[in-house]
């Protein structure tokens, strides 16, 4: 594995300097793999240029790649926090550590320690003779080329992480007895002693709020020719530190500039972290890779004739809408999807929302209200599960794709004294995660049976279910479609947007109750285009949807033969490898064999279903196919992964 340094320096102009223009201001160094450098780069940028006190005029970030065998691992110091109320009684408390330590002339030191003088780098002091050993005076000593051998990306930054690595780090540099540190940074006042003996001691005060003064000390105590050696060791160095907790327990005090404005969404920020939660948007690297993530099942986003159809649409329309679909954000591409979707779908109309997600937010509260029940399905997509909560119905969750329990339940409203029970039956067709398709018939039955509205989800099903595409109900060979039919046009018609058909009634009353399409600016006309010209060619060709059926049957063949057990009737094959950590991993490691695949983690799966999310595309070639399933087959392997996989129940 690759390692990079990382060194950012700040600084600000200044023309009464002697040598050169620039006072240093602040800096940070960061030691990481090559697939965290952008976002650590990003967090240490961020933290850069809002600083709470001297903002710089030149930022620098230097990127250094490194030798993984040069590095040192060592185990993060033991590490204790001593309460005090203010900086006299913190003082009192280095005094008392230095006197356990049998140092000399410690009143020297603390004077030294409390100076309102400022060091770039750290003092380096002989406790016997009480000289100053760096270099330069001014400079001073700069420990460098060390991190935890965890990856954290912090909002702010992290006094108590970064400087227990540091701190662990100069505990075992040669003649190194000790350290203390008062840190510059006017709104932290936690400082700390360290040493190989006590480990890390926090004091929470050693100075006041406000003062920007700051020392840090390294106690030296050896033969001076030895100098050179003991600052060739903390300046140069490699050291990765290992079992670096995230945040001391009183993790929410000090943090820079926040005055625990924030402290709250930094420590809920930091567990996500040291839980292996944290999600970042990933870059689609611009290389060639074979790709495994996409919901653009049907290729039609990369269609030739799509993309010119909607630069052709752009140049009559321009970009933008200029406003909702009610004031002047509805043109006639709007008018003919709308048409051509509830064709498609063998319904009465048809109403385009900006996304999947804010149609599920608008129909589901629009329809059901207090007082009303909703029935959903445990892994409905977490936009039906927001529209239930919005809508303030009762929500009512049965188990997966089990309509027995779900009939069980609507009978137990029914004994509860209700006549009868108002309100909705809701579900995905194909489940997001685990590509498995709703028993749509018996779905159907009861909900009809009980009066209920039913709603499906079909943002997985249409374009990929049914001879034509259609979804669900050709799938199973059925006329009758959902009450309140909800779709995508971002994943198989390979554009943006969302859509719900229906009857007349329904989409006029949508229309005129669905806040998140009344209250948002329409689609773009050069979206809405794409949409249009991608249905028109599933339409006019379902042999599309034929290919990528005929796909999903040979990858999962070439699964089974190497000993993977998949299987799934949709475009979704999950691999289920439980830990968070092991999915990131495997996926770091396909994307480095050429392969770009999800890792889906908690929240999005239940805790200890980690998995690798593979979707299949009409437009793999079967040469693709089997090339990747044999390095997912070998990923697997390298990652402990035993070949007779779990799949979802």
């Known amino acids: 594995m690759n390692l990079y340094g990382l060194k950012l320096r700040c600084a600000q102009r200044d023309d009464s300097l002697e040598h050169g223009n620039e006072k240093h201001v602040a800096g940070a160094e960061r030691m990481v793999a090559e697939e965290n450098i952008l976002p650590v780069a990003q967090s240490l940028l961020h933290r850069a240029l809002h600083r709470s006190e001297e903002l710089p005029d030149l930022v620098s970030l230097k990127i250094e790649k490194l030798n993984r065998s040069d590095v040192l ?3 993060a110091l033991s590490v204790r926090t001593i309460e005090v109320p203010d900086a006299d009684a913190g003082i009192c408390e280095v005094r008392k550590i230095l006197e356990a330590m049998s140092l000399p002339n410690i009143p020297g030191i603390l004077e030294l320690l409390q100076s309102k003088q400022n060091i770039r780098g750290a003092v380096l002091l002989n406790v016997d003779t009480f000289e100053r050993l760096e270099p330069n005076q001014q400079r001073g000593i700069r420990a460098t080329y060390m991190d935890a051998d965890t990856v954290y990306v912090d909002a702010v930054k992290n006094h108590f992480r970064e400087a227990l690595v540091l701190a662990t780090k100069t ?15 006017p709104d932290y006042v936690t400082g700390y002693v360290a040493s190989k003996d006590i480990g890390y001691v926090r004091i929470t005060h050693l100075k006041k709020l406000g003062s920007p003064y700051g020392k840090r000390i390294f106690l030296y105590r050896g033969n001076v020719s030895e100098v050179a050696r003991c600052i060739a060791y903390l300046e140069n160095q490699k050291v990765l530190v290992k079992n670096v907790p995230h945040r001391a327990q009183n993790a929410s005090e000090g943090l820079p500039g926040l005055r625990h404005k924030f402290c709250e969404l930094a420590v809920q920020l930091d567990t996500i972290i040291a839980e292996q939660l944290y999600r970042e948007c990933k870059t689609v690297p611009s290389e060639n ?9 049907l290729g039609l986003a990369n269609a030739p004739e799509v993309k010119a159809f909607a630069v052709e649409q752009l140049e009559r329309y321009g970009i933008g809408s200029g406003g909702s679909r009610l004031t002047c954000g509805t043109t006639g591409l709007h008018t003919l999807l709308e048409t051509r979707l509830a064709e498609f779908k063998q319904t009465e109309s048809a109403l385009v929302f900006n996304s999947g997600f804010s149609a599920n937010i608008g129909i589901i509260p629009a329809i059901c209200k207090a007082g009303d029940v909703i029935f959903s399905d445990e892994l409905n997509h977490a936009s039906l599960i927001d529209g239930c909560r919005l809508s303030k119905a009762e929500t009512v969750i049965y188990r997966h794709n089990d309509m027995d329990d779900l009939e069980s339940k609507i009978s137990s409203h029914l004994k509860v004294g209700r006549p009868g029970v108002s309100g909705m039956v809701v579900s995905d067709a194909v489940f997001s995660m685990d590509g498995d398709i709703l028993h749509y018939p018996r779905f159907m039955e009861i909900a009809d049976r009980y009066g209920l509205f039913s709603m499906l989800d079909e943002a997985h099903s249409t374009g990929v279910l049914g001879r034509n595409g259609t979804g669900i109900a050709e799938h199973f060979g059925m006329t009758r479609q959902p009450d309140i039919l909800m779709g995508s046009l ?5 554009s943006e947007g969302g859509f719900v058909c229906g009857s007349e009634l329904l989409i006029s009353f949508l229309r005129n109750k669905a806040r998140s399409f009344i209250f948002s600016t329409s689609l773009s006309p050069v979206i809405i285009a794409a949409a249009l010209q ?13 290919k990528l059926r005929d796909n999903v049957q040979y990858f999962c063949r070439n699964l089974h033969e190497q000993g993977i057990n998949v299987h799934t009737e949709s475009a979704i094959i999950p691999i289920i490898v ?13 994307l480095n064999e050429g392969i770009f695949a999800s890792a889906i983690r908690y929240p999005t799966v239940k805790r200890g279903e980690a998995r690798l999310r593979l979707t299949i595309m009409a437009t793999h070639s079967q040469a693709e196919l089997l090339w990747a399933a044999e390095r997912i087959v070998k990923a697997l392997g390298q990652c402990g992964i035993c070949r007779s996989m779990p799949m979802p129940n």
């Open 171 to 185: 505990a075992s540099a040669p003649n190194i007895i000790g350290e203390i540190c008062i840190s510059d940074d």
């Open 578 to 590: 439980g830990k968070e950590e092991i999915a990131m991993q495997l996926a770091e490691r396909l």
């Open 289 to 297: 890779v074979l790709m495994f993530a996409s919901n653009n099942y």
């Open 534 to 546: 991608s249905l028109e060619i599933l339409m006019q060709n379902p042999a599309r949807v034929q």
């Open 490 to 494: 971002s994943k198989a018609l390979g």
């Open 73 to 75: 691992e060592l185990d």
